[in-house]
């Protein structure tokens, strides 16, 4: 059983930065590692993700040159550095992981979740 946990969320003010982290207890291996955020009355939405060899990344558009994720491997941890916040970039966020090599957009393709992190950035 793979259990992840967020850290590094709070509260920033527009055009602040904070940086995210997941760390995963258990294999990680052969997978891809995800961010996903949630707004309050909105449905979850990918963020970006990454393969475990750290190669292949994929970003939103709406995050697109603010965000950067990156993995060690060697500590089992996931990163968001997110700089140039912007209100509309509070959410909860949640890390996750797929049992794939292969990105996906679809929160519903990824297996383990984390309980999630809030992040408020204010104007």
């Known amino acids: 059983q793979l259990q992840l946990v967020e850290f590094g969320g709070g509260l920033v003010q527009a055009g602040g930065s904070l940086r995210l982290s997941c760390t995963a207890s258990?294999?990680?291996?052969?997978?891809?590692m995800g961010w996903f955020r949630q707004a309050p009355g909105k449905e979850r939405e990918f963020v970006a993700a990454?393969?475990?060899?750290?190669?292949?990344?994929l970003y939103a558009d709406s995050v697109k040159g603010r965000f950067t994720i990156s993995i060690d491997n060697a500590q089992n941890t996931l990163y968001l550095q997110m700089n140039s916040l912007k209100p509309e970039d509070t959410a909860v966020y949640y890390c996750?992981?797929?049992?794939?090599?292969?990105?996906?957009?679809?929160?519903?393709?990824?297996?383990?979740w984390g309980q999630g992190t809030q992040v408020t950035v204010s104007s």
């Open positions: 258990g294999r990680t291996t052969t997978s891809v």
């Open positions: 990454i393969t475990w060899t750290g190669i292949t990344t």
């Open positions: 996750a992981v797929r049992w794939r090599q292969k990105i996906s957009v679809a929160d519903n393709e990824y297996d383990y």
